[in-house]
């Protein structure tokens, strides 16, 4: 226990200390506290992006996925992580950073109510995503905090107030620089914990061949791939939607995006992104599946705690400690990216509408951001972790209209407003009984598939019918948004 | 040159996706690694590399 306290306070410092670094390097203009004065190199924009990506579902929840599913959940997630992610980059990511860094945009909804020329648009860019990364900021909090009690076995609103405390201090001292450079750290801490288990614990349970032989003969269905349950071919048609591809609409993703030096940097990102998701899900779904021999009969969410469960069986207690700050890593690192959008966007889109944009109101945001988030986990509300689905979709759904404000002049604003609302009123009927309560439920038909698919197609035939029957004028934003690709050097 | 790396990026992506066989994949590389494992890293591999093609093309002539 000691040794675990010694190595976590160690991992918070060292968090805290880049951030008060960072902080000195501050020219403390508000471009600079929000982006980073768009200054990210390649190294620090690839570990931002991919610490931030990596979630506490990456080192418990995968795991404990591929032990119930087995071998098919590699290819289901990992592999498509690995290429939808950098495909978005370059389709949307691009367009953003480049359009972004000529006209000056700090967040989404500067961006797309230009574009436009609708205060509206801008509205619905700014109240979506905050409320979506809200609820995604809550729901990390609350597993992070069940993560960090079940390992570390201390009380769960300790943990919470551990996790959202450090964050808020480093995020508040360093901004955008501050939670790059402590992801750069993050995502090493976590990366190299997980090789080194995944080597360790096949050491201490008689290597990977014996393991493979033991799998072969005691669990043989976790190496193949029926296609069945959650794996069948409706899900694997369609389960990209809920997660690779809704990243690239996070505004915490969007912001660090916009945080890009130049284009260099982007391609390096791209270059070297499927690799990294890699290197993450192999040692991960190896973990998994040596669980089903090491540790056979877990069900359900009892499966996620096998990682945890094998290294505390099978590593020397210092690793184990280390690994607790790795949970804290994967954990804070997309933390500290949301409380700094949800921040960002209420300082630009909201208090400094208009006029010169203030780095103070920004850190005040960022506490009640916090307190707001860390009073939902500590309430714990039953529905929140079914809401995980619903937050996913709802980015999901800002996708189309994402794509038609770079590549479809003739969209308009009333067909961008219209189909954003159609689709997320849609959205929010399917998920009622999560968002209100089970009284609530409406029971739509989904046909067998996602419910964020019927909520694209609405929101997409919306677009064109109505872009088409109304479109046509030019705007002065669709100048601006023209020829995304060009412009940018090397 | 562009048209034909997006479309193997697709294609990739909805080949890699498919359900595979429905009987264990018992053959292990170097002993330890399922093959099942290595060839869907390798399909990540490829694809990523003809990303990186898309990439060129895309943006290596828009200077």
């Known amino acids: 226990m000691t040794v675990q306290v010694l190595v976590v306070v160690t991992y918070l410092l060292v968090l805290v200390a880049i951030g008060w670094y960072s902080s000195r390097r501050s020219t403390g203009t508000a471009e600079d506290y929000f982006l980073a004065g768009r200054s990210f190199g390649g190294i620090v924009l690839f570990m931002a992006l991919f610490g931030t990506n990596v979630t506490a579902f990456g080192m418990l929840g995968f795991p404990g996925f591929v032990y119930r599913e087995g071998i098919g959940a590699f290819g289901f997630f990992g592999a498509a992580a690995a290429l939808i992610s950098p495909l978005l980059f370059i389709v949307l990511g691009y367009p953003i950073w480049n359009v972004g860094r000529r006209n000056g945009y700090i967040t989404q909804s500067q961006m797309f109510a230009d574009r436009w020329g609708s205060q509206l648009v801008g509205f619905l860019f700014f109240a979506l995503p905050t409320f979506y990364t809200f609820l995604y900021l809550s729901v990390g909090v609350l597993g992070g905090a069940l993560a960090v009690e079940e390992i570390a076995k201390i009380p769960y609103v300790v943990a919470a107030a551990m996790v959202t405390g450090v964050a808020v201090l480093y995020t508040a001292l360093g901004g955008m620089r501050g939670t790059a450079w402590t992801n750069v750290f993050q995502a090493s801490v976590f990366l190299l914990f997980l090789v080194v288990a995944c080597i360790g614990i096949a050491h201490s349970l008689g290597g990977g061949a014996h393991l493979h032989q033991r799998l072969v003969v005691e669990a043989p269905e976790a190496l193949a791939r029926p296609g069945a349950g959650i794996l069948s071919p409706a899900s694997w048609a369609f389960g990209f939607l809920v997660g690779p591809a809704s990243v690239i609409a996070f505004p915490h993703m969007f912001m660090r995006l916009l945080a890009a030096r130049d284009m260099t940097s982007m391609r390096r990102t791209i270059a070297v992104y499927p690799w990294a998701l890699m290197l993450l899900f192999v040692p991960v779904t190896l973990i998994g599946l040596w669980g089903r021999v090491a540790e056979p009969g877990l069900i359900g969410k009892e499966a996620d705690r096998i990682l945890p469960l094998l290294v505390e069986a099978h590593l020397p207690t210092w690793l184990t400690a280390v690994g607790l700050a790795a949970v804290l890593a994967a954990v804070m690192s997309s933390i500290d990216a949301q409380l700094l959008s949800l921040s960002t966007m209420f300082t630009v889109d909201v208090v400094g509408r208009g006029k010169q944009v203030q780095v103070w109101p920004g850190r005040i945001a960022l506490l009640l951001v916090a307190m707001a988030a860390f009073l939902v986990a500590w309430w714990r509300p039953a529905s929140i972790l079914k809401m995980a689905l619903y937050i996913f979709s709802g980015y999901t759904l800002l996708i189309p209209i994402m794509v038609a404000a770079f590549f479809w002049r003739r969209s308009t604003a009333l067909a961008a407003v219209l189909a954003i609302v159609a689709g997320h009123v849609l959205l929010a009927c399917y998920y009622s009984g999560a968002l209100l309560g089970d009284a609530f439920e409406l029971s739509l038909p989904t046909f067998g598939v996602l419910p964020v698919v019927w909520c694209l197609l609405v929101e997409v035939v919306l677009l064109l019918l109505v872009s088409l029957a109304f479109g046509g004028q030019d705007n002065a934003g669709a100048d601006r948004f023209a020829t995304p690709f060009q412009g940018a050097g090397r | ?63």
Do not use: D
Not at chain 2, 44 to 53: F, R
């Open chain 2, 1 to 63: 040159m562009r048209w034909f790396a997006w479309g193997a990026v697709v294609g990739l992506l909805v080949w890699h996706n498919l359900p595979g066989p429905a009987q264990p994949q018992t053959k292990a590389y170097f002993g330890w690694i399922p093959a099942e494992l290595l060839h869907t890293v390798g399909w990540v591999g490829i694809a990523s590399v003809v990303l990186w093609l898309v990439l060129r093309c895309t943006w290596g002539t828009t200077r």
